[in-house]
């Protein structure tokens, strides 16, 4: 009884997952909601506002450069947790 | 490892990993790259390095405290750029708006804030990766 | 022509994806695992996106497959 369950529910999941997927706009298509103003809006004005030819180091660097501010400060953080963690090993 | 080819090979491709990585940092903004991936090539062949001639011969190369100074100072240029932006009367991190050279689109000297940020950002990178290999390997010693 | 490729490389990447998992050897585990990253190297270059399949190849394929090779010379070498 409780597999006859679990095996419904995980057909009706992976009914709804399929569906879901052949409902996602095609590959490269123009109608795709990851496609709007902002996508145009940067490649329109990347290169005249930043004076960088390569859009993408203009998004990362002048229009997202708080968001890599963050990234940078994960690494430190990565690196500060793994030399607090092997360094404590030592001086015991 | 001790073995007279691997050896001599990577003693011949090693600048060649880190000039192409130079090149991607500081071409970031005209070509495709940037920070990440420049940084990540010269971290790569930090790393082929340290596997190929010990953890010493690395150690000297890269002793920790010089692996310590960039890892800060990256970050803290980056911090500091951003603060010129305040002091100009910008916004945090601002590029046209804080009065950077902007050059002229597509030249090396151009992009303002961009390239400066990239080096920052490459150096920081750069010294994550062999600074995570050391640290990892520090205690057995037979890798 | 191109998709073709890429479907044959997708189906790879899945049938990568899924040996990880089932190898025991986890030394052999990371190796398929270099693969896995090697394979998503050339789907971003398909994708059009030459710096993130630059960072893959060389972070994927290159870095994590040397620190989980060092991590697992801590440990034990099989699963169970």
């Known amino acids: 009884m409780k597999k006859l369950f679990v095996v419904t529910v995980l057909t009706l999941l992976f009914l709804i997952l399929v569906y879901s997927v052949l409902e996602m706009p095609d590959f490269a298509s123009l109608n795709s909601p990851a496609y709007n103003d902002l996508a145009h809006y940067y490649v329109a004005n990347a290169t005249e506002e930043a004076h960088a030819t390569n859009v993408i180091a203009a998004i990362i660097t002048d229009y997202r450069a708080f968001d890599t501010l963050g990234e940078t400060t994960v690494l430190f953080a990565s690196i500060l947790a793994v030399t607090s963690v092997l360094m404590g090993k030592k001086h015991e | ?143 | 022509m191109i998709q073709v490729f890429n479907f044959v490389l997708v189906i790879f990447l899945i049938i990568c994806a899924l040996a990880v998992q089932h190898t025991d050897d986890l030394v052999g585990s990371i190796i398929i695992f270099a693969a896995y990253s090697l394979i998503m190297a050339i789907l971003w270059l398909l994708l059009a996106a030459p710096d993130i399949a630059m960072t893959e190849a060389a972070i994927g394929a290159g870095v994590t497959t040397i620190l989980f090779l060092v991590v697992i010379s801590r440990t034990r070498r099989m699963e169970k």
Do not use: C
């Open chain 2, 1 to 143: 490892m001790n073995d007279l080819i691997v050896k001599t090979i990577v003693r011949w491709v090693i600048p060649f990993i880190q000039l192409f990585g130079v090149y991607v940092v500081f071409y970031g903004h005209v070509s495709f790259g940037g920070g990440f991936s420049g940084g990540a090539l010269i971290g790569a062949s930090l790393i082929l390095y340290a596997i190929t001639f010990g953890l010493k011969a690395s150690k000297k190369m890269v002793p920790h405290k010089r692996s310590q100074w960039m890892e800060s100072l990256g970050i803290l240029w980056y911090i500091a750029l951003g603060l010129v932006g305040i002091y100009t009367s910008a916004y945090f991190l601002g590029n046209k708006a804080a009065g950077f050279y902007m050059g002229e689109a597509g030249q090396l000297l151009s992009a303002g804030i961009i390239p400066l940020l990239t080096i920052g950002i490459g150096v920081k990178v750069a010294s994550t990766m062999i600074t995570l290999f050391q640290k990892l390997v520090e205690e057995n010693e037979d890798v």
